[in-house]
């Protein structure tokens, strides 16, 4: 019956370091294929002449060789309104913003990324000097998709002129360079980077200017991701400047956002190009020298993607060492409590087993009693102190005035004075009665 029993268990013990071994080789190789597998995103990035899809491909091409785990597929789309629906849909991962965008709970912010310039392109004969001589105009304003027309008619409220004023064309980007060059429109209105590759095409090749929006500050007021900004002198022309010296003018931040459900270290992994590839980015595009933590003084209140977090704080010191001299006098606080509730226990457990010592004594000395006793009588008197005196020390056990040790121990000292006692009782039942 043993041998079967033996085996049975050697069996059982050999099943198990089996179950064991597989379960580990699952484990290490589960987190291996975690960390080969390859990550797939896509980012919209707007409409193929924009800056944002160029961006979006340089950094598809450079995530490619400094982290070819995470693949990064550009999808041309027709703007920032396109742009955002998708990333709250989950078609896409990421994707460049204007801060203006009404936005979801699941966008995260990754990184700041540059200024969209407000420029409006006039015609040289048409007379038009600001924007208030728009008036009965044509111009040609960005589709509804980009976002940007709903910043044309801010300013065109702000300067209190009506939509019956004007005579406006919805027209991408190629398509209203087309419209004004074949003097079809007698302006154009972007918002884009200063030194933009379309604005620059229309002020070189044509007889064209960019005219001044000089109440930003204004509408900073009504609008707080507005900015004061400057279109700097030859910015499109160095020889022959263009424009001729700065012009004052009004900028909104594009942002780079991120759907809350991608991991935070893959964020973390793009955030980390943006600012540790600084010298290939900008060497590609140097529009990416303006790329900026998140900085939420400029009108921009919107939750940072805890993997872009986690890289801005990288250096920060944690609480420990931010805090490290009232983390010491703390420590010193909490030992200095420890080693006085550790001798308040040694006091408390000295005083227990004195107490226990005490009842042992108690026993001993009613043991020698027994010894000395020739009379039942007496006898039985002993045996009620005895009964009393456990019932103390039952008593005392209950107020935890001794431990459960120093009662087992008191118990045997209790058991041992009662056999003493049992045995003188026998031994004087045997005893022959003596003559009265």
């Not at 009506?162 to 079809?184: R, Y």
């Not at 993607?305 to 805090?323: C, I, M, Q, V």
Request: net charge neutral.
């Amino acid at each position: 019956m043993f041998g079967l029993l033996k085996k049975a268990l050697l069996r059982n013990r050999e099943i198990l370091f089996l179950i064991t071994v597989i379960g580990l080789i699952f484990f290490f190789g589960f987190n291996v294929f975690l960390n080969i597998r390859p990550i797939n995103l896509t980012m919209a990035g707007g409409t193929s002449v924009s800056e944002s899809f160029e961006l979006a491909q340089i950094l598809s091409q450079q995530l490619a060789v400094y982290n070819p785990k995470i693949k990064l597929r550009v999808l041309e789309t027709k703007g920032a309104e396109e742009n955002l629906e998708l990333l709250e849909r989950g078609k896409v991962q990421l994707t460049s913003i204007p801060v203006n965008a009404a936005i979801s709970p699941s966008v995260k912010l990754i990184s700041f990324l540059f200024d969209d310039l407000f420029q409006i392109v006039v015609a040289e004969k048409s007379g038009i000097e600001s924007i208030a001589d728009l008036k009965g105009k044509r111009i040609a304003i960005p589709q509804a998709e980009s976002k940007a027309d709903e910043f044309f008619w801010r300013l065109v409220k702000h300067y209190r002129i009506s939509p019956e004023d004007l005579k406006v064309i919805s027209l991408p980007g190629e398509e209203s360079n087309i419209a004004f060059l074949n003097n079809q429109v007698d302006a154009v209105f972007r918002v884009r980077p200063s030194g933009n590759k379309l604005i620059q095409e229309l002020v070189q090749q044509g007889q064209a200017r960019i005219i001044p929006l000089d109440q930003a500050a204004a509408l900073k007021v009504q609008y707080p991701e507005f900015e004061s900004v400057i279109i700097p002198k030859g910015v499109y022309q160095g020889y022959s400047p263009i424009p001729e010296k700065d012009l004052p003018t009004i900028s909104v931040r594009r942002i780079l956002v991120a759907n809350s459900r991608v991991s935070p270290d893959t964020i973390y992994e793009i955030t980390r190009l943006l600012y540790e590839q600084r010298q290939f980015l900008t060497s590609r595009m140097p529009l990416t020298n303006e790329i900026t933590p998140p900085d939420q003084t400029r009108g921009i209140i919107l939750p940072i993607h805890p993997g872009a977090a986690k890289y801005y704080d990288r250096d920060k010191p944690s609480f420990l060492a931010e805090n490290a001299d009232l983390v010491g006098l703390l420590m010193t606080a909490i030992a200095g409590i420890l080693s006085w509730l550790w001798q308040l226990k040694n006091q408390f457990a000295s005083i227990q087993k004195n107490r226990s010592d005490q009842y042992n004594r108690e026993f001993l000395h009613l043991i020698e009693q027994i010894k000395k006793c020739e009379e039942l009588d007496s006898l039985n008197n002993i045996r009620d102190l005895l009964y009393q005196e456990f019932a103390v020390v039952i008593d005392a056990f209950d107020k935890d005035l001794i431990t459960s040790e120093s009662l087992q121990s008191v118990r045997f000292a209790w058991e041992a004075t009662l056999y003493a006692l049992q045995d003188q009782e026998s031994y004087l039942l045997r005893q022959p009665k003596k003559d009265s």
